[in-house]
């Protein structure tokens, strides 16, 4: 009996070396299946270390943006019988005003009027006279922009207008002195309303206090003020307009 049952079992010994090895071939094959190690994750799911792997592109909007040149803001030169004034105008503060001052220069209106009104310790005043004191005839009024937080100092040209707020046309006048009574102060009255600021004298101030100091008198239907001898305005050039 003994020799049978060794008999038998060396006959089974294979058959169950080869069950048991293909039991642990399963296994592996299902680990495997189950999820891969650290070191075989691919390589686009890691994070990029700075300054490794291939250099991206750069955009072409890092490189062609292209560059913004600010205007600086206008100048005119006044071309005076005793001299030239260079004024700097403000179109961010009065937007209208120096569109229609600019305009008017343009067109050669200006040329060979004169500074019909000097008042020492004031103003001088021009922009709308020939020298014979003609009143030349302008184009329609603008609106008043006095409420722009600009100040009438020394040195600032400001609109001319007539007793109603927005009746500016050609004229101007260039401060003498700081004339803070003609600044805006409130909607209340034509008074109050001001007289608009839109530039400042940047050169020629010396000419603007040799004007201030001519001797005046009365002309025409102007009671006081006319130089006698005739500051001429020869024309207003406007400066090509540069960049900053």
Request: with cysteine.
């Amino acid at each position: 009996m003994r020799h049978r049952v060794q008999a038998l079992l060396f006959l089974l010994l294979p058959l169950l070396l080869a069950v048991s090895m293909s039991a642990c071939n399963q296994h592996a094959a299902s680990g495997a299946s189950a999820g891969s190690p650290p070191d075989e994750v691919a390589s686009d799911a890691l994070p990029v270390k700075a300054g490794s792997g291939p250099a991206s592109p750069t955009s072409s909007s890092e490189t062609d943006m292209p560059v913004t040149l600010q205007a600086a803001p206008p100048h005119v030169t006044l071309h005076t019988s005793m001299g030239d004034i260079v004024v700097e105008l403000f179109p961010d503060k009065a937007p209208k005003t120096v569109e229609n001052f600019l305009g008017y220069a343009r067109e050669g209106f200006y040329n060979d009027t004169v500074f019909h009104r000097v008042i020492d310790d004031l103003l001088i005043q021009g922009g709308g006279y020939s020298a014979d004191l003609q009143k030349k005839p302008a184009h329609p009024p603008i609106g008043n922009e006095a409420n722009n937080g600009l100040s009438n100092q020394r040195g600032t040209i400001s609109a001319a207008r007539g007793r109603t707020p927005s009746s500016e046309t050609s004229e101007f006048f260039i401060n003498l002195v700081d004339n803070p009574r003609f600044d805006y102060t409130s909607d209340s009255n034509d008074y109050t309303w001001g007289y608009t600021v839109f530039g400042k004298v940047i050169s020629g101030m010396d000419v603007v206090d040799k004007i201030r100091a001519v001797k005046t008198h009365a002309q025409g239907k102007f009671t006081s003020d006319v130089p006698i001898a005739p500051v001429v305005i020869k024309s207003v050039e406007v400066m090509a307009p540069a960049t900053q």
